[in-house]
């Protein structure tokens, strides 16, 4: 406890001098904290734009039809599927889902699509989609309503309440074909998504399709995705090999994949501006121990043990390096806290934002990974760059050190 | 001027503890400046070369309008005159003709959408590395026109094996329906979706037959010796080209989406260089500045002899100088070793990532490059910085009186 | 009585007038069509790029059954459509295939024309599809003719917002038809002419389909010869029959 007061009163003896190295640490802290959330924000961006606006937290189907998503492939029984979920407690809200391949055509054009049937009240609690239609309206409910991407709707060449033919293979293998009327066009975060993706109400998709009262998937989410492969796994037991329960890792692996991996490209990030601060702090706290040269020798001659010295040096670089990073994870936070409302509008990559189903406004994202990476490794390595000036002060010969100039 | 240069140099070592940490901040700046960006612009670079070559081409040769919107229609006459043109293009490495189109394959009951190619496959192999990334089978040869190489996930999804007939139906140039049968000799897996998703491999000659496109070809795609001069080589060919009334796109106007994502990530990587460097200046900054203040008593006697406050800051300058420029020369050497180790033997992630990379079409690697230009840039920058970092400190030696110099400890 | 007789005979006035245009359109199908016929036919296909001709052979069985044989050029010779319904199944004698069109094929050009495969498949619903009535009248080459608007049914999957056809009042067969897009753009319009007598009726021997999007292109069928209500099997219908060309 003495060594603690002791090392916090040694940092304030040469108040410039800590201020100095107290202002990289935290410059550095900020900046790269800022970068950290802003670019965690997109990845997580990129996933919860997925999960949040379509795929949910968990899909059912007929096994193997993630794989392959033929119509034949369906849900016979959804209503034994629905019983299971209902008296599931992590189950929060589900929804039943017609999806297949299918061509939709205007008098003009046409484009292959995937056509995906919903329950717009049910879907309306389970998706955001709704909040990305930018013209029109919603599902209403009403039968051969569409909903569309604008960018769709402007290849077919449609307005709203337009006529649009859907055709896609029915379950009895003939042509199965119905009008849709827009209702509405989305524009969501990504092109491909706005390009490819319809929306209709599952009872004109089911007589289109011929499917009758079967489903093609059970889209829900749950009420701890942390606990997701957890809730699969009972889910698994209860439905039985017939059917596949795949959690949004697995629909989406490769986002996953990217999330790992950017993870662990931030904690070398974190490390280098580390190893860039330590050269400050070596410096710092070498000159620092070689001034008290006289000091440690009169502590060393009174009797203080090696190890004790060591800790105290270090423990003066740690406080340098936490508060430090204290202080600039404040400040961070001070520029994390508006942008995580407005958000980092990067109209000018729109484009490519775009494509990789981001959005072009980023809003940074505030993870327990960002605090730990922040708040342990800059520290850490400000000790790191103690242990030097430390041994050098644990080295110095008593007489000696006295004597010293 | 002689005598301060001397001067200077001695003082930078009587502290040579702080001198050697200081240059070795400035050391570590450069070099992790220099290599961070030559692994950015490494990866960049792989990445682009991996797949212009696995598939798109360095540069295209279309008809005018085929990019906006592709049909056979826009497409134009390979001849010897082309030929010879493009071959007078000094950087142009190889050049293959290629025809793509839309058909439906199918496979006793199951039909599906396709893509078709028609490359020449000798040709093809000097521009892409499509040849290789058969996982089943073998590529296409001349010897066997009605061969075809397939997606593999389109041979999965038809249900098919190496060695089945597969049908190809397609509109021609002229919209008649051609039909031809093929025996399936390969399955590639290129990490491209689409590609493995949808197409149809098959000899020029033969997509020529089918489509009615005797002597012609949608594009040609040619391979560069340099990624980096592509712009001069591009506009070079266009000139060249004119005669014939062709387009010439780079890779970033085929693929508008890629070169735009990568300058993105560009504009990220730009700010962790810059909050590097940030750092450093603090560091710089901070080690002047305390070299300056503990020679403050030495500075008050210089001063009180008769040194000019002038000569003075501009020996300290000069000691500064010196410490970047040591820094900055063993930064720029270290870096060089270190850029031209990982060009020489790039760093693979692990197992897992690089195979589900790799399926998605990237290389999960760390590769370097040795651009002049982010030597010299990143060197300039840290120099600029730790003179900008510099001020401080002696505006405090500009303030400095003789008297209270000797008197302040 | 007398004052409720008037909106009664306005009542029953177009009453008369929806039912007289579904009656011509109806009476002009079926003049066309018949319960079955066998004819052949040129096809012309025209584009600024190149122009070419195909010589086909086909048999109809009312609406709802056709097959379509082509005879030339060599390339295609052979090739073979067959429908079924709303479906569509083409031979192909190169190969010895037989491939259902899917879905995604349906708006693709049948054999390189203007028409799409969803024009032969749609062909027999036009009746079923659309609500009719008589617009005005008009002459077309000469001969007086009803305009008569169609306008799709609320629930009939046809991709066109309105559909306006003219049919001649002396013979019932049509003179031209024009598809408009939900915006009322023309994108494509069908001429007949070269009226003429086969198999003992007189109808219209070309009809050529103009792409009003695309300068300078259009289809232009035109009968060689046309027999009507000739007996034809329904075997003539079946994969046995489409892949019959093997042996011959």
Same mark, same amino acid.
């Given at each position: 406890?003495?060594?603690?007061?002791?090392?916090?009163?040694?940092?304030?003896?040469?108040?410039?001098?800590?201020?100095?190295?107290?202002?990289?640490?935290?410059?550095?802290?900020?900046?790269? #904290?800022?970068?950290?959330?802003?670019?965690?924000?997109?990845?997580?961006?990129?996933?919860?734009?997925?999960?949040?606006?379509?795929?949910?937290?968990?899909?059912?189907?007929?096994?193997?039809?993630?794989?392959?998503?033929?119509?034949?492939?369906?849900?016979?029984?959804?209503?034994?599927?629905?019983?299971?979920?209902?008296?599931?407690?992590?189950?929060?809200?589900?929804?039943?889902?017609?999806?297949?391949?299918?061509?939709?055509?205007?008098?003009?054009?046409?484009?292959?699509?995937?056509?995906?049937?919903?329950?717009?009240?049910?879907?309306?609690?389970?998706?955001?989609?709704?909040?990305?239609? #930018?013209?029109?309206?919603?599902?209403?409910?009403?039968?051969?309503?569409?909903?569309?991407?604008?960018?769709?709707?402007?290849?077919?060449?449609?307005?709203?309440?337009?006529?649009? #033919?859907?055709?896609?293979?029915?379950?009895?293998?003939?042509?199965?074909?119905?009008?849709?009327?827009?209702?509405?066009?989305?524009?969501?975060?990504?092109?491909?998504?706005?390009?490819?993706?319809?929306?209709?109400?599952?009872?004109?998709?089911?007589?289109?399709?011929?499917?009758?009262?079967?489903?093609?998937?059970?889209?829900?989410?749950?009420?701890?995705?942390?606990?997701?492969?957890?809730?699969?796994?009972?889910?698994?037991?209860?439905?039985?090999?017939?059917?596949?329960?795949?959690?949004?890792?697995?629909?989406?692996?490769?986002?996953?994949? *990217?999330?790992?991996?950017?993870? *662990?490209?931030?904690?070398?990030?974190?490390?280098?501006?580390?190893?860039?601060?330590?050269?400050?702090?070596?410096?710092?706290?070498?000159?620092?121990?070689?001034?008290?040269?006289?000091?440690?020798?009169?502590?060393?001659?009174?009797?203080?043990?090696?190890?004790?010295?060591?800790?105290?040096?270090?423990?003066?670089?740690?406080?340098?390096?936490?508060?430090?990073?204290?202080?600039?994870?404040?400040?961070?936070?001070?520029?994390?806290?508006?942008?995580?409302?407005?958000?980092?509008?990067?109209?000018?990559?729109?484009?490519?934002?775009?494509?990789?189903?981001?959005?072009?406004?980023?809003?940074?994202?505030?993870?327990?990974?960002?605090?730990?990476?922040?708040?342990?490794?800059?520290?850490?390595?400000?000790?790191?760059?103690?242990?030097?000036?430390?041994?050098?002060?644990?080295?110095?010969?008593?007489?000696?050190?006295?004597?010293?100039? | 001027?002689?005598?301060?240069?001397?001067?200077?140099?001695?003082?930078?070592?009587?502290?040579?503890?702080?001198?050697?940490?200081?240059?070795?901040?400035?050391? $570590?700046?450069?070099?992790?400046?220099?290599?961070?960006?030559?692994? *950015?612009?490494?990866?960049?670079?792989?990445?682009?070369?991996?797949?212009?070559?696995?598939?798109?081409?360095?540069? *295209?040769?279309?008809?005018?309008?085929?990019?906006?919107?592709?049909?056979?229609?826009?497409?134009?006459?390979?001849?010897?005159?082309?030929?010879?043109?493009?071959?007078?293009?000094?950087?142009?490495?190889?050049?293959?003709?290629?025809?793509?189109?839309?058909?439906?394959?199918?496979?006793?009951?199951?039909?599906?959408?396709?893509?078709?190619?028609?490359?020449?496959?000798?040709?093809?192999?000097?521009?892409?590395?499509?040849?290789?990334?058969?996982?089943?089978?073998?590529?296409?040869?001349?010897?066997?026109?009605?061969?075809?190489?397939?997606?593999?996930?389109?041979?999965?999804?038809?249900?098919?094996?190496?060695?089945?007939?597969?049908?190809?139906?397609?509109?021609?140039?002229?919209?008649?329906?051609?039909?031809?049968?093929?025996?399936?000799?390969?399955?590639?897996?290129?990490?491209?979706?689409?590609?493995?998703?949808?197409?149809?491999?098959?000899?020029?000659?033969?997509?020529?037959?089918?489509?009615?496109?005797?002597?012609?070809?949608?594009?040609?795609?040619?391979?560069?010796?340099?990624?980096?001069?592509?712009?001069?080589?591009?506009?070079?060919?266009?000139?060249?080209?004119?005669?014939?009334?062709?387009?010439?796109?780079?890779?970033?106007? #085929?693929?508008?989406?890629?070169?735009?994502?990568?300058?993105?990530?560009?504009?990220?990587?730009?700010?962790?260089?810059?909050?590097?460097?940030?750092?450093?200046?603090?560091?710089?900054?901070?080690?002047?500045?305390?070299?300056?203040?503990?020679?403050?008593?030495?500075?008050?006697?210089?001063?009180?002899?008769?040194?000019?406050?002038?000569?003075?800051?501009?020996?300290?300058?000069?000691?500064?100088? $010196?410490?970047?420029?040591?820094?900055?020369?063993?930064?720029?050497?270290?870096?060089?070793?270190?850029?031209?180790?990982?060009?020489?033997?790039?760093?693979?992630?692990?197992?897992?990532?690089?195979?589900?990379?790799?399926?998605?079409?990237?290389?999960?690697?760390?590769?370097?490059?040795?651009?002049?230009?982010?030597?010299?840039?990143?060197?300039?920058?840290?120099?600029?910085?730790?003179?900008?970092?510099?001020?401080?400190?002696?505006?405090?030696?500009?303030?400095?009186?003789?008297?209270?110099?000797?008197?302040?400890? | 009585?007398?004052?409720?007789?008037?909106?009664?005979?306005? $009542?029953?006035?177009?009453?008369?007038?929806?039912?007289?245009?579904?009656?011509?359109?109806?009476?002009?199908?079926?003049?066309?069509?018949?319960?079955?016929?066998?004819?052949? $036919?040129?096809?012309?296909?025209?584009?600024?790029?190149?122009?070419?001709?195909?010589?086909?052979?086909?048999?109809?069985?009312?609406?709802?059954?056709?097959?379509?044989?082509?005879?030339?050029?060599?390339?295609?010779?052979?090739?073979?459509?067959?429908?079924?319904?709303?479906?569509?199944?083409?031979?192909?004698?190169?190969?010895?295939?037989?491939?259902?069109?899917?879905?995604?094929?349906?708006?693709?050009?049948?054999?390189?024309?203007?028409?799409?495969?969803?024009?032969?498949?749609?062909?027999?619903?036009?009746?079923?599809?659309?609500?009719?009535?008589?617009?005005?009248?008009?002459?077309?080459?000469?001969?007086?003719?009803?305009?008569?608007?169609?306008?799709?049914?609320?629930?009939?999957?046809?991709?066109?917002?309105?559909?306006?056809?003219?049919?001649?009042?002396?013979?019932?067969?049509?003179?031209?038809?024009?598809?408009?897009?939900?915006?009322?753009?023309?994108?494509?319009?069908?001429?007949?002419?070269?009226?003429?007598?086969?198999?003992?009726?007189?109808?219209?021997?070309?009809?050529?389909?103009?792409?009003?999007?695309?300068?300078?292109?259009?289809?232009?069928?035109?009968?060689?010869?046309?027999?009507?209500?000739?007996?034809?099997?329904?075997?003539?219908?079946?994969?046995?029959?489409?892949?019959?060309?093997?042996?011959?």
């Amino acid at each position: 406890m003495i060594l603690l007061s002791l090392a916090w009163r040694n940092l304030w003896r040469n108040t410039r001098r800590s201020v100095i190295v107290l202002t990289s640490v935290a410059i550095g802290v900020v900046a790269t #904290v800022t970068l950290d959330t802003l670019s965690r924000g997109m990845v997580f961006q990129m996933l919860n734009n997925q999960v949040g606006s379509h795929v949910t937290h968990m899909q059912i189907h007929r096994a193997g039809f993630h794989k392959n998503p033929v119509i034949q492939s369906t849900i016979a029984d959804p209503e034994q599927i629905e019983n299971v979920l209902r008296s599931d407690p992590d189950i929060v809200q589900y929804s039943r889902r017609v999806v297949t391949f299918g061509l939709l055509s205007s008098a003009t054009n046409s484009s292959g699509v995937s056509i995906v049937g919903i329950d717009p009240e049910r879907e309306r609690s389970l998706t955001t989609i709704r909040s990305y239609i #930018v013209e029109g309206s919603y599902l209403t409910g009403a039968p051969r309503e569409i909903v569309l991407g604008k960018a769709l709707a402007e290849k077919l060449e449609v307005g709203l309440g337009d006529r649009v #033919v859907a055709m896609a293979s029915a379950k009895d293998g003939t042509m199965g074909s119905e009008l849709f009327r827009v209702a509405g066009l989305f524009e969501t975060f990504s092109s491909e998504f706005d390009k490819t993706s319809i929306y209709v109400p599952r009872s004109s998709a089911q007589t289109m399709l011929a499917l009758g009262s079967e489903v093609s998937e059970f889209a829900m989410l749950v009420t701890d995705p942390d606990r997701l492969t957890e809730i699969a796994e009972r889910l698994r037991g209860r439905l039985g090999e017939e059917y596949e329960v795949l959690p949004y890792m697995d629909l989406l692996p490769f986002l996953v994949l *990217q999330i790992e991996l950017y993870d *662990q490209s931030m904690v070398i990030f974190y490390v280098i501006v580390g190893i860039a601060l330590i050269f400050g702090i070596i410096n710092t706290m070498l000159m620092s121990v070689f001034e008290r040269i006289k000091e440690f020798g009169v502590l060393k001659a009174v009797g203080m043990k090696n190890g004790r010295i060591l800790i105290m040096v270090l423990t003066e670089a740690l406080f340098l390096g936490m508060l430090g990073t204290v202080v600039g994870f404040l400040v961070g936070y001070l520029v994390y806290l508006p942008l995580s409302t407005s958000g980092l509008d990067l109209s000018a990559f729109s484009g490519s934002l775009r494509s990789f189903g981001v959005g072009a406004i980023i809003y940074p994202v505030l993870t327990a990974g960002v605090i730990t990476n922040a708040l342990i490794i800059i520290p850490l390595m400000a000790v790191a760059g103690a242990v030097y000036p430390a041994v050098r002060a644990m080295r110095l010969e008593p007489v000696h050190a006295i004597r010293y100039v | 001027m002689r005598l301060l240069l001397t001067l200077a140099w001695r003082n930078v070592w009587r502290n040579k503890r702080r001198s050697i940490i200081t240059i070795l901040a400035v050391t $570590f700046a450069v070099m992790l400046s220099i290599v961070m960006r030559g692994i *950015q612009l490494g990866t960049y670079e792989v990445n682009i070369r991996h797949v212009v070559e696995l598939f798109t081409g360095y540069i *295209q040769l279309q008809a005018p309008g085929y990019q906006e919107s592709p049909s056979l229609r826009k497409s134009f006459r390979l001849g010897p005159e082309l030929q010879d043109a493009l071959a007078e293009e000094d950087e142009v490495l190889a050049s293959a003709p290629r025809i793509v189109g839309d058909g439906l394959v199918s496979f006793r009951d199951n039909s599906q959408g396709a893509i078709l190619f028609g490359v020449d496959p000798s040709a093809e192999r000097s521009v892409s590395t499509l040849p290789d990334k058969v996982s089943a089978g073998f590529f296409l040869s001349e010897k066997n026109p009605y061969d075809v190489v397939v997606g593999h996930t389109l041979l999965e999804n038809l249900g098919c094996a190496l060695g089945d007939d597969l049908v190809v139906l397609a509109q021609g140039y002229d919209g008649s329906l051609g039909n031809l049968k093929f025996r399936i000799v390969g399955a590639m897996k290129t990490g491209i979706l689409d590609l493995d998703r949808s197409a149809v491999l098959m000899p020029l000659a033969t997509a020529q037959e089918l489509l009615l496109m005797e002597g012609r070809a949608t594009m040609i795609v040619v391979r560069l010796e340099n990624l980096r001069r592509i712009d001069q080589v591009r506009e070079s060919l266009a000139a060249r080209l004119d005669p014939f009334g062709l387009a010439v796109l780079s890779w970033g106007e #085929v693929m508008p989406d890629l070169r735009e994502g990568i300058e993105l990530d560009n504009v990220s990587g730009m700010l962790m260089l810059a909050i590097l460097i940030l750092v450093v200046a603090f560091g710089i900054t901070n080690t002047v500045l305390m070299s300056v203040t503990e020679r403050f008593r030495e500075f008050g006697i210089v001063l009180s002899v008769g040194m000019q406050t002038r000569t003075l800051v501009g020996l300290v300058v000069l000691e500064i100088a $010196f410490i970047v420029a040591i820094g900055t020369t063993a930064g720029n050497a270290l870096a060089y070793g270190i850029n031209s180790y990982l060009a020489a033997n790039p760093i693979s992630f692990g197992s897992e990532f690089e195979q589900m990379y790799a399926e998605y079409g990237f290389l999960p690697r760390i590769e370097s490059i040795i651009l002049l230009s982010s030597f010299v840039n990143n060197t300039l920058a840290i120099l600029g910085v730790s003179l900008l970092a510099s001020l401080y400190p002696l505006t405090k030696i500009l303030r400095l009186e003789p008297l209270k110099g000797i008197r302040y400890t | 009585m007398k004052r409720r007789s008037i909106p009664l005979l306005l $009542f029953s006035f177009s009453l008369l007038n929806a039912q007289s245009a579904y009656e011509i359109v109806k009476r002009s199908e079926d003049l066309v069509r018949g319960e079955s016929s066998r004819g052949s $036919f040129r096809m012309t296909v025209v584009t600024p790029e190149y122009s070419r001709t195909i010589i086909m052979d086909s048999w109809w069985k009312g609406t709802d059954k056709a097959l379509i044989e082509i005879k030339s050029p060599p390339r295609e010779a052979g090739n073979k459509t067959l429908k079924v319904g709303n479906e569509l199944w083409m031979y192909l004698r190169n190969t010895e295939t037989t491939i259902k069109v899917p879905p995604s094929m349906m708006m693709q050009s049948w054999n390189g024309s203007d028409f799409t495969n969803d024009d032969l498949v749609r062909e027999s619903s036009m009746a079923d599809d659309y609500t009719m009535e008589i617009a005005g009248e008009d002459t077309v080459g000469g001969a007086p003719t009803w305009i008569i608007d169609l306008s799709p049914r609320p629930t009939a999957p046809v991709v066109w917002g309105r559909i306006r056809h003219w049919v001649r009042k002396s013979d019932y067969l049509p003179a031209r038809t024009e598809y408009f897009d939900e915006k009322g753009t023309l994108v494509r319009t069908m001429l007949y002419s070269d009226f003429r007598r086969f198999g003992g009726r007189v109808l219209p021997g070309k009809w050529r389909m103009l792409d009003n999007l695309e300068e300078g292109e259009y289809t232009e069928l035109e009968y060689l010869s046309l027999d009507f209500d000739v007996n034809i099997s329904d075997r003539m219908f079946s994969f046995r029959e489409l892949e019959r060309g093997r042996r011959q």
